[in-house]
């Protein structure tokens, strides 16, 4: 099976949906290749993982017991805080394949495929742990985040995409050394708690590749948002749909939005509607929103949302 490309990914009941869609979008641009995908689920019924199976025999799935994520209640200031512990299961994810793939690609839920990525078995990771793609384009940015945590490598990588070795995760301790991080009360206030403990134990174990790998919508602005599928030649792998307004959300209209909704068409969630944003509303989507309303002159709607931002912003200080 050296031809097979093996593709994995974590959720919980949350994003289900979101990593069949993400799957079915490589299975449509990829029918004339072997890939097999191993899914790793915490708290989702027996129900939902059936559904998730209904879209192709080639999804394995992996259940993960509540208890093994128990460590992942960190004590700070006399409280346990829970992290969203369904996020780091992806690092126990080589040491639950060892000696079943020699390498494989983890994604996060948020991603969709738009093209044929059987590239991906010409990248050679055998001296490294695995392939990443640069967290940003901006050099300064970069340069902040290597502050921030110290490190002596030249890059920071997004942590949605990674391209894994995983002898060599294995002989490195990856999983351990990551985790004596993350459970430290010396780094409870990382940012990006699982991407910041990656980026500190795999410097200088990583290879950084074309960043079409893993193209994270943010850096687009709001005209190639709405046009970046129309132009085949630029198109990358795979879109990372980072932020926190998601194109699952109904408010959400766009060209991401239709997409998503074109490959949900052929899941088994294909008759269910996308749920509202509006309850996770913060204090700064109000501005987007209006910003974004005011730029397609729906002046009023831009107005309803920018006096909402408003009214918050004062009672924040009040």
């Known amino acids: 099976m050296n031809n097979r490309i093996n593709i994995a990914y974590c959720t919980d009941s949350n994003y289900l949906e979101h990593v069949g869609v993400s799957i079915t979008s490589i299975m449509l641009n990829n029918m004339q290749h072997n890939i097999h995908f191993h899914v790793f689920l915490y708290d ?4 939902d993982q059936q559904k998730l199976q209904k879209i192709s025999p080639l999804i394995s799935i992996y259940i993960i017991p509540c208890e ?61 742990i695995c392939a990443v793609t640069p967290d940003s384009l901006d050099k300064q940015n970069m340069s902040k985040n290597k502050e921030r945590l110290e490190l002596t490598s030249e890059s920071y990588f997004n942590s949605g995409f990674l391209y894994i070795n995983v002898d060599n995760w294995m002989k ?24 910041d403990a990656l980026n500190i134990v795999l410097q200088h174990q990583v290879l950084f590749i074309d960043p079409n790998w893993n ?28 932020g926190t307004r998601k194109m699952w959300y109904q408010e959400h209209t766009g060209l991401a939005q239709n997409i998503y909704c074109f490959y949900k068409h052929f899941t088994p969630w294909a008759t269910s509607p ?25 002046f009023l709607k ?13 009672f924040r200080k009040n």
Request: proline fraction near 3%; hydrophobic fraction near 35%; glycine fraction near 0%.
């Open 215 to 242: 193209y994270l919508f943010t850096w687009m602005n709001d005209e190639q948002k709405e046009t970046f599928f129309y132009n085949e030649k630029s198109l990358p792998y795979i879109i990372h749909f980072t």
């Open 68 to 128: 093994e994520l128990d460590k992942y209640k960190v004590q700070t200031n006399n409280k346990i805080t829970h992290i969203n512990r369904s996020m780091y299961i992806r690092l126990s994810v080589p040491r639950r394949l060892y000696g079943k793939v020699d390498k494989f690609i983890y994604l996060d839920a948020d991603t969709l495929c738009f093209s044929d990525i059987s590239a991906i078995s010409n990248i050679n990771i055998d001296s490294v």
């Open 172 to 195: 490195f301790d990856t999983e351990n050394k990551t985790n004596k991080i993350l459970l430290s009360l010396e780094h409870k206030d990382l940012i990006y708690p699982d991407q």
């Open 274 to 298: 996308l749920k509202s944003y509006k309850h996770k509303m913060r204090v700064n989507d109000y501005r987007i929103y209006a910003q974004s309303y005011f730029k397609r002159k729906q």
């Open 302 to 314: 831009s107005c309803k949302y920018f006096l909402h931002y408003i009214k918050l912003k004062l």
């Open 44 to 47: 989702v019924s027996p129900k």
